[in-house]
């Protein structure tokens, strides 16, 4: 993550914020050992009580990026992306890997089973070890034979996938007849008006000049309110996940009674 | 030539002109053409993920072997990544052949005491940046400038509790938000990219767009 | 202090300002434990009244729950998630529990144990976990087909074939309705490749940050329901009569976005006010 710009320390402001990091981390055991935890859930020293201790530290550490970044945050994304990554590679083995290559060709239950498995998964399992060969620079173009099966499938199941979704079925609801009361009709012009000209705005085979540019600029209008209702579920959303950070530092680890 | 680029072109038309027409044929042949290459695609997409890991753990190692800025932190994503690694394949009591990693395992452990709160912090950070930018940045200095403002204000306003407590009609007018200009200019998108995804779909087919083939010889 | 730096300070400052308020308003408002009335919006109550028919029409039905999220979308989507399942154990229906994020399978399933527990259902009896299978769009078609045939076994490693659990289901034809809760593009691709094709009853779950996105599939009746965010958590909460973690964080989710909007607002006032008195100036 990169960080805001901020204006270059003096060195003793940098020991001075050493200082502050290294009060903090102390402050932080601290805590851990004087907090009073109930007497009938975890113990602090079993592994989920340690487990709520390195969670919390990890996600003090995470928010010590907004004062600046600094050499604890390093260490704690690092371990993020690399536990994500292990977790990935392991899951991969035993949800992907595993029950579709090993068990059905090593641990068949019956011969017959193995010769399916043989007949239906030998040329998937080439085309995949060909997927690997995407590593070398001398093999890479290998891999191709494994892509394009995959990129032609995906191309040529797509349009009609495509046509019927997310256009013919879309369609339909715009221009519908103009029934029901005053705000029915009133919100299906709105929705021909405006699906009309954000689509006009994207044609750039034609000048948007006269009445071209009214319409395009009609559309940019409805284009703004839709980034601006964007914007505001957006804000919602990152302020719900900081509200379950909160939630989680004062229930979970101060086990204060929220 | 012929090896590199001549055949995968082949393949992509050949394997993408099926894909399309089984699709307008009701037949149990077609049917089972697509069980068959779904299958295949669950397969495939296994081994991908030794391609992201090996890309990843690269990178790292360049940092280091080139001493890069900040290099000694790449150490804790081998870190992390050996310990997930080690306790995945002892996986209590089962071991690497048996089922997935079960609760209370260290597996399990490290992922709900390190990984979770790691992601779920770091995206929270962005509600910081985000209030932050906000008042720095978010003027109605026109009308196209002003109409986003008022209509993020209306449906902050709106979606939470409390405007509901002042008045029905803040929900109701950022339901009407959503429901009519926003669902209009959504629309108005999805139907653009949906063009775009056909005619990029037509380009590949063709064999006109070929970035996919990216590097490795010719 | 040069001149730049003396403006970057300044900004700094304000940021960090803006910071100190932020965090402030959502510790404070949660230490005080404030309650606030959740009204469910319509989109929230589709969902609600969609399961509660499947529950009275056809008693035991199965029902579809894929949670396409990782931990970077936890504090949304987890709730929703737990309020769903909640209601699906209540009315004795059968969850079968996807995701289509690999990241997101550990906490698939601590949430899924948790909540049988909860309300005494067994693996293989009253919900199955069919966790993960790379594909994307691909799988969806091959669960259309065959879904023991994409999933012979399930998380646990126990064969799906023969499991009460989905005793008459053998696609995703055979499932009467399908919530997708997700953090990316899948609601689209459950549309797609699977609404669209099967002909099942699909609602979304999704963070806040896609929910416009998907106004278009609700009037186009591709989606019967939408729970946005932990808004729609807390409605759905609300709605089983169960309130939890969306409920407890609506009052401190109120008051910041007041925060942020009286932020947004005086900083706009400040630049009127600048405005006129240039113009009485000049």
Not at chain 1, 93 to 98: A, D, E, H
Not at chain 2, 15 to 42: D, K
Not at chain 3, 81 to 100: D, E, G, K, Y
Not at chain 3, 177 to 188: L, Y
């Amino acid at each position: 993550m990169a960080a805001p710009i901020q204006p270059e320390r003096t060195p003793a402001q940098r020991v001075a914020e050493t200082a502050v990091l290294i009060a903090c981390a102390l402050g932080f055991l601290a805590a851990c050992i004087a907090i009073p935890w109930p007497k009938d859930g975890p113990s602090k020293l079993s592994m989920e009580g340690i487990g709520v201790f390195v969670a919390a530290g990890l996600t003090l550490i995470m928010y010590s990026f907004l004062y600046r970044d600094n050499p604890l945050f390093k260490v704690a994304e690092n371990l993020y992306v690399g536990v994500s990554l292990g977790y990935g590679a392991m899951m991969t083995w035993y949800l992907s890997l595993k029950p579709e290559v090993v068990d059905p060709l090593v641990f068949a239950p019956t011969g017959e089973a193995r010769v399916d498995a043989l007949l239906h998964r030998t040329v998937p399992i080439l085309l995949g070890f060909l997927l690997l060969t995407r590593l070398s620079r001398k093999h890479g173009w290998l891999s191709r034979y494994a892509y394009t099966i995959m990129i032609g499938w995906g191309a040529g199941i797509g349009i009609p996938i495509v046509v019927h979704t997310y256009i013919l079925k879309q369609l339909g609801p715009s221009v519908q007849p103009l029934t029901g009361n005053v705000w029915d009709i009133l919100g299906g012009v709105v929705i021909l008006v405006g699906t009309v000209s954000v689509l006009f705005y994207f044609f750039f085979s034609v000048e948007h000049k006269g009445a071209g540019g009214a319409v395009s600029r009609v559309g940019i209008w409805f284009l703004m309110v839709s980034f601006g209702a964007s914007f505001g579920y957006t804000v919602m959303g990152r302020v719900s996940l900081l509200i379950g950070r909160v939630v989680f530092l004062l229930r979970d680890w101060l086990q204060l009674n929220l | 030539m012929f090896y590199k680029r001549t055949i995968p072109l082949i393949i992509v038309f050949v394997t993408g002109l099926l894909a399309f027409v089984h699709e307008f044929v009701p037949h149990p042949i077609s049917a089972a053409f697509r069980e068959e290459m779904t299958t295949w695609f669950r397969i495939i997409g296994g081994f991908g993920m030794f391609i992201g890991v090996y890309s990843l753990l690269h990178m790292h190692t360049m940092r280091v072997r080139r001493q890069q800025a900040g290099w000694g932190y790449s150490a804790f994503v081998f870190l992390g990544a050996a310990a997930m690694i080690v306790a995945g394949i002892v996986n209590e009591p089962h071991g690497p052949l048996g089922p997935a990693p079960e609760d209370g395992t260290m597996f399990d452990w490290f992922y709900m005491n390190v990984q979770v709160p790691c992601g779920a912090t770091i995206f929270s950070l962005l509600a910081f940046f985000m209030a932050s930018a906000a008042f720095r940045t978010f003027r109605a200095r026109n009308i196209e400038a002003a109409l986003l403002l008022v209509a993020a204000v209306i449906v902050m306003f709106g979606r939470v509790p409390l405007s509901a407590m002042i008045s029905d009609a803040f929900p109701r007018a950022a339901d009407v938000l959503l429901e009519c200009p926003n669902l209009a200019a959504k629309r108005g998108i999805l139907l653009g990219v949906s063009l775009g995804a056909i005619s990029q779909s037509l380009r590949i087919l063709f064999g006109i767009e070929r970035t996919y083939m990216g590097g490795g010889g010719d | 202090m040069s001149a730049p730096d003396a403006s970057l300070r300044k900004a700094l400052l304000a940021r960090r300002v803006v910071y100190l308020l932020l965090a402030a308003a959502i510790i404070v408002t949660a230490l005080a434990k404030i309650k606030m009335k959740v009204v469910p919006s319509p989109l929230s109550r589709q969902v609600y009244d969609r399961i509660e028919k499947l529950a009275k029409d056809k008693p035991g039905a199965p029902i579809l729950l894929s949670f396409d999220y990782d931990p970077s979308a936890k504090e949304e989507l987890y709730p929703m998630s737990q309020a769903l399942l909640r209601h699906a154990f209540r009315r004795n229906l059968r969850p079968i529990v996807m995701t289509f994020w690999l990241n997101g399978v550990g906490l698939c399933k601590e949430l899924l144990e948790r909540t049988a527990k909860e309300a005494g259902k067994e693996s293989g009896t009253g919900f199955v976990f069919l966790a993960y299978k790379p594909g994307g769009s691909n799988l969806l078609l091959n669960m259309g087909e065959s879904l023991k045939g994409a999933f012979d076994k399930d998380f646990y490693g126990k064969p799906t074939e023969g499991m009460p659990a989905l005793a008459g289901v053998a696609s995703l034809r055979d499932i009467p309705v399908v919530v997708g809760i997700a953090a990316g593009s899948s609601t689209e691709m459950w549309i797609a490749y699977g609404r669209d094709r099967f002909g099942f009853d699909l609602a979304a779950g999704c963070t806040a940050v896609i929910a416009p996105d998907l106004y278009p599939f609700l009037q186009s009746d591709q989606l019967f329901g939408l729970l946005g965010g932990l808004r729609g958590a807390a409605d759905y909460e609300v709605l089983i009569g169960k309130p939890d973690s969306g409920v407890g964080g609506m009052p401190a989710q109120s008051v910041a976005h007041f925060l942020i909007i009286g932020l947004i607002l005086v900083a706009n006032a400040h630049v009127f006010l600048r405005w006129l008195k240039r113009r009485r100036e000049a």
